[in-house]
């Protein structure tokens, strides 16, 4: 695994905060960070994504080892985590930010993608409205918003919102999650 373009894919799905806490179980993910995607705003800030108008969209960014997981797998996960049929919004956080969203690196990867995308659709009545597009760039969040389950599991948010997809995880996709550590 020496090139990690071909293990990297960028994902959106709401909240960068339910993503990451649900992908950090996975097993073969070998690095995990919280950030912002496709804006037109260099190095914004969590405040500035959260106001709407830097065309930022709140993403995770996953490298993983092909050889412990497949980002078929890794994009079947994602599809059944969030609602992609919802356009602009996840549940109460409304906004372009918060987009369903995959940013790919190459050719290969778009075509992975489209495969699951045609699979996971029949799961759903209405149609996948995932942004899907070559990834324009990728700023890192601030180091308050990594992590931020595990460092705030008790906030209501967290255990409104994230809890029940760390559930839905468990219940779905056991047999590819770590050992248990919430």
């Not at 959106?12 to 912002?36: D, P, Q, S």
């Not at 918060?98 to 495969?115: H, L």
């Not at 799961?123 to 890192?140: C, S």
Request: aromatic share 10%; proline share 3%; with cysteine.
């Amino acid at each position: 695994m020496n090139n990690n373009k071909e293990n990297q894919i960028i994902l959106g799905g709401g909240c960068f905060w339910c993503l990451e806490a649900t992908f950090r179980l996975v097993k073969g993910i070998t690095n995990l960070v919280v950030g912002y995607s496709d804006g037109n705003v260099d190095q914004p800030t969590y405040e500035q994504v959260c106001q709407g108008n830097t065309g930022h969209i709140e993403v995770i960014r996953l490298i993983f080892d092909p050889t412990i997981i497949s980002l078929e797998t890794i994009l079947t996960i994602f599809f059944t985590l969030h609602d992609p049929t919802s356009l602009a919004r996840q549940g109460n956080d409304v906004g372009y930010q918060y987009s369903s969203a995959v940013f790919y690196t190459n050719n290969d990867q778009k075509n992975i993608i489209d495969q699951v995308v045609l699979k996971v659709s029949k799961l759903y009545t209405k149609p996948i409205v995932t942004i899907i597009k070559l990834l324009k760039n990728f700023n890192l969040a601030e180091e308050e918003q990594q992590d931020y389950f595990t460092k705030h599991p008790n906030q209501a948010y967290c255990q409104i919102i994230i809890d029940p997809k760390i559930t839905k995880l468990r219940q779905y996709y056991s047999h590819y999650l770590i050992s248990d550590q919430h």
